[in-house]
């Protein structure tokens, strides 16, 4: 797959919204082991622009265009003679939606209208764009929002159109910043107490270099409006937590039966049980082996889809209240193969 992505990689003009964020800056990184022809990252953030294209000067690819998502004609002149786009720019913290309800539509529905609305008018190749699972079933905002930049991506191929569009929907991914893993790193290095919103809080993970392995080769593989899920692990959050202060609190001088682990509630707009798909969806999905694929017929209207799925998929891989949950030793192995212990 390395050679196949290599070729397809090649002189290719790529621009990524939200670049500087965790998951873009990782697929600038990543897209830097191909020869591109260059990398537009595409983001609002003057300082993380500068250091990017600091750590990034070697490689002489990296164009750093200051923009926001929701200045239509900035995306439009941003998007000159790009072949691949990634969109990864997104507002993302449930509780900050949810407080800012306006700014959310602005950027995830309004600004994924604009993103997609460039890369029509451009001819750009191929979209894909970055989702979550927050996206189904929504009971807050920010997973509202998402889902209906969803739907925006899945119906941007319909008429006479050259791009494909497709998406990537993502659980949370692990030690990406703002995550529950650098909190807590934080929280335990200044003695607890390390704050827990439940008990019974499980979450889907997926590591960073799972993350952007799926969507550069699901962009290779893409035919146009589907959405790809990776099956992921699941793990109490608790559990997570527990993990962290046995391992780190030694390393920063505590003791860990003295950093005290504190259940704070859940917070507006959160929910214990997190879904990668609904049960409409998994009578569709195709399963892939190492993921599912939804394919258009589930989502375009009068639109026929063949392939779809005969066999019942189990819940486990896609319902966090029946999923496998790691165990601690598990969790302390996830830990440690992504250099976080």
Known sequence: MMNELVDFFRNKDVLVTGGCGSIGSAIVEQLLNYDVKRIRVFDSNESAQFHLQERLAAYGKVRSLIGDIREKER????????????????????????????????????????????????????????????????????????????????TASVGEVKTLFSCVRLGNVLNSSGSVVPTFMEQIKNGGPVKVTSKDMVRFFITMSEAVDLILTDTL????????????????????????????????????????LKIVGVRPGERLYELLMNEEEAEHAIDEGHEFVLRPGLYTPHYISEGASTSPIDPKHYDARKADLLTKNGIRKLLQDNKIL
């Open 75 to 154: 995306l439009k002149r941003a998007m000159k003679g790009v072949n691949i786009v990634f969109h990864c720019a997104a507002l993302k913290h449930v509780p900050m939606c949810e407080y800012n309800p306006f700014e959310a539509v602005a950027t995830n529905v309004h600004g994924t209208e604009n993103v997609v609305d460039a890369a029509r008018a451009e001819g750009v190749d191929k979209f894909m764009a970055i989702s979550t699972d927050k996206a189904v079933n929504p009971i807050n905002t920010m997973g509202a929002t998402k889902l209906l930049s969803e739907k925006l991506v899945m």
């Open 221 to 260: 593989k893409m035919e146009g409006r589907e959405i790809f899920i990776l099956k992921m692990k699941a793990l109490r959050v608790i559990d997570l937590a527990e993990v962290m202060v046995e391992e780190l609190a030694p390393r920063y001088g505590h003791k860990p039966k003295d950093v005290e």
